[in-house]
């Protein structure tokens, strides 16, 4: 199972970026999955996370409401966050989550998620 992330870069405040998080050997139709982001000096913490397997519920913290929106495509088996209005705060390294295991878990908790891609980072100045 490997999850990789896509779409980062270096943006002015007020800009936008569309993350992408490619899975393979999971189907994301299967539970869980999120949104992470942890900037320097400060603890991971979460973003947006979506159950796939159907209803298509959605979280997000407080600090991005309205701004992210979480989404998925099970055709291509991707994950994407689409960020507006980005500020210089949202800056950080973002890491795509994807749960594994049955079960009804706390959404936006770390310890919900099972597997980990590898980052790409977003800068806003």
């Known amino acids: 199972v490997q999850l990789v992330e896509s779409g980062g870069g270096s943006v002015q405040a007020g800009g936008s970026l569309r993350l992408s998080c490619a899975a393979s050997?999971?189907?994301?139709?299967?539970?869980?999955m999120g949104w992470f982001r942890q900037a320097p000096g400060k603890e991971r913490e979460a973003v947006a996370s979506m159950y796939t397997g159907g209803g298509d519920s959605t979280y997000y913290a407080d600090s991005v409401k309205g701004r992210f929106t979480i989404s998925h495509d099970n055709a291509d088996n991707t994950l994407y966050l689409q960020m507006l209005s980005l500020k210089p705060e949202d800056t950080a390294m973002y890491y795509c989550?994807?749960?594994?295991?049955?079960?009804?878990?706390?959404?936006?908790?770390?310890?919900?998620?099972?597997?980990w891609g590898q980052g790409t980072q977003v800068t806003v100045s």
């Open positions: 989550a994807a749960r594994s295991l049955p079960g009804v878990v706390p959404p936006l908790a770390e310890s919900s998620y099972n597997i």
């Open positions: 050997g999971y189907s994301l139709s299967s539970y869980c």
